[in-house]
């Protein structure tokens, strides 16, 4: 997954928004911008335990970095929500619900798709997410 931006870039980010950079939203921007697909804010909070940031602080950052475009929160769980790091340029997702990966897609079909469908019931979109959840080729391989 293409990783355009750095710790100290997302930091720069939140403190020209007027958040002030602790310790704690360091490890938590290092932290996720080292992962690999998707996580939960509890998962989260697990492996920030040697650095005794609280749940609150965990889930502020997060909400802040979905804000600044750096994480996408997927809703593929009704009972929680995950979060993954994303690229800089708008795109979707594709989620595996047997093994949990996810594949960010660009198409541009999809996005003419959109606004035409919008556009056809009269709606001005602002924005728009999708989220396809079904079964990746390799667990498909593995049936």
């Known amino acids: 997954m293409p990783r355009?931006?750095?710790?100290?870039?997302?930091?720069?980010?939140l403190s020209a928004r007027g958040f002030r950079e602790t310790e704690a939203r360091r490890a938590i921007v290092e932290t996720i911008l080292h992962k690999d697909g998707q996580f939960t804010a509890r998962q989260l909070h697990e492996e920030l335990e040697p650095w005794d940031v609280g749940r609150a602080t965990v889930f502020r950052t997060l909400d802040l970095l979905v804000e600044l475009g750096v994480l996408n929160r997927l809703h593929t769980d009704e009972r929680c929500s995950s979060y993954v790091v994303c690229a800089d340029q708008h795109?979707?997702?594709?989620?595996?619900?047997?093994?949990?990966?996810?594949?960010?897609v660009s198409d541009p079909r999809i996005e003419r798709a959109v606004r035409a469908m919008a556009v056809d019931v009269g709606f001005r979109a602002r924005e728009h997410r999708l989220?396809?959840?079904?079964?990746?080729?390799?667990?498909q391989d593995v049936s």
Request: aromatic share 0%.
């Open 91 to 104: 795109h979707h997702h594709l989620v595996c619900e047997r093994c949990g990966t996810v594949q960010e």
């Open 4 to 13: 355009q931006r750095d710790g100290e870039r997302v930091l720069r980010q």
């Open 131 to 139: 989220e396809i959840v079904g079964i990746c080729d390799q667990c």
